[in-house]
């Protein structure tokens, strides 16, 4: 039987990104449709439910992506409110690739070391990748900081992050050289994950630090969000300290197969959730090193 991928994007054009990365993980076709949102969903789903039965019901999946993360989660929240007993099948969500490039970048790094109980600093932590990059290191167990340009903006998302996870993240406002200083003080982890092209951390700011001991990166756009650590960098040691770098295409090399593997784990029943946890679960069990 055909492995089907229903791909619901929230996008008018639907992500070529997306389903090239499908067909990479074995899928045979995808049935794509754009700009789709919520009264669009009970329709779609009931097509994708009620053709084919049973054990042979895991051959069929669903992937909603598009650049509007919101969107992309309340089509996911009227999909599986459309599931009904053994009527459903399996579900990714990844608009943007929020969940498998902070799955890979917080991967990357915890690898490496325990990092429970380590403080943390997600630099722009208020876009898509970034709240789940805090998300993922505070269920790691560290202490986690998420700055913004705007204190407001650090504030709603902390308070999305509490209210979406049951987790806490602390907003912190970062519009300067000296509160960026303020709040790496101490810190041992540092994420940037800045939109592209945005440097968020001279190199003479973390060189000054003497308690970082990892800085990622996860834009791969120049200049990039980290003076200093190379897009390539894959635990590379840097300044000649104890400074573990992870560049954005080193993230980037491991988010692919985090997310090829997603893809491929929908297929093996018919009633998973594949978000922000349960993605990070599998790169865990991928590893991280490669
Ligand atoms: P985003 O929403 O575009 O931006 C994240 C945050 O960056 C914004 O909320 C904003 O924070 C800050 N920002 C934007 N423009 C800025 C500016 N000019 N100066 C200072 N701060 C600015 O980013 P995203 O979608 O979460 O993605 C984060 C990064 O991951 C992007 O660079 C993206 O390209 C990259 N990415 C990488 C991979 C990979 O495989 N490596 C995959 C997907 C995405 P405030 O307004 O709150 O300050």
């Given amino acids: ?14 992500s070529v990104f997306d389903q090239i990365t499908a067909y990479d993980a074995g899928v045979d076709h995808i049935l794509s449709y754009g700009a789709v949102a919520v009264p669009d969903v009970r329709n779609l789903v ?27 989660e309340e089509v996911l929240k009227e999909t599986t409110a459309t599931f009904f007993g053994p009527c ?36 722009a932590g208020t876009g898509p990748v970034g709240m789940r990059v805090a998300v993922l290191l505070a ?10 340009r705007s204190e407001e903006k650090a504030r709603l998302i902390a308070g999305r992050i509490m209210e979406q996870f049951d987790l806490t993240v602390h907003p912190v406002q970062v519009a300067g050289k000296a509160e960026l200083d ?15 092209g945005v440097n968020l951390l001279p190199a003479e700011t973390w060189e000054r630090h003497p308690t970082l001991e990892t800085i990622a990166d996860v834009n791969a756009v120049a200049p990039l969000g980290v003076e200093g650590i190379k897009a390539t960098d894959d635990g590379v040691v840097r300044h000649g300290k104890v400074i573990y770098g992870y560049g954005a295409l080193a993230i980037g090399n491991f988010k692919m197969k985090v997310h090829r593997k997603s893809v491929r784990r929908l297929f093996e029943r018919n009633d998973l959730v594949l978000d922000t946890a349960a993605i990070y679960e599998i790169a865990r069990a991928l590893g991280g090193q490669e």
């Fill in 182 to 196: 303020r709040v790496l003080t101490g810190v041992e982890i540092v994420v940037a994950a800045g939109g592209p």
């Fill in 88 to 123: 459903r099948v399996s579900v990714m969500l990844d608009p943007n690739g929020c969940n498998t490039t902070a799955a890979a970048a917080v991967r990357k790094i915890a690898v490496r070391e325990e990092i429970r109980g380590k403080r943390a600093v997600v630099l």
């Fill in 139 to 148: 269920l790691e167990g560290c202490q986690v900081v998420l700055t913004s």
């Fill in 1 to 14: 039987m055909k492995k089907l991928l229903v791909h619901f994007d929230t996008d008018a054009k639907q």
């Fill in 46 to 72: 009931y097509g994708a439910i009620f053709t084919r039965g049973g054990e042979a019901l895991k051959n069929t999946t669903i992937f909603i992506g598009g650049s509007d993360v919101a969107k992309s």
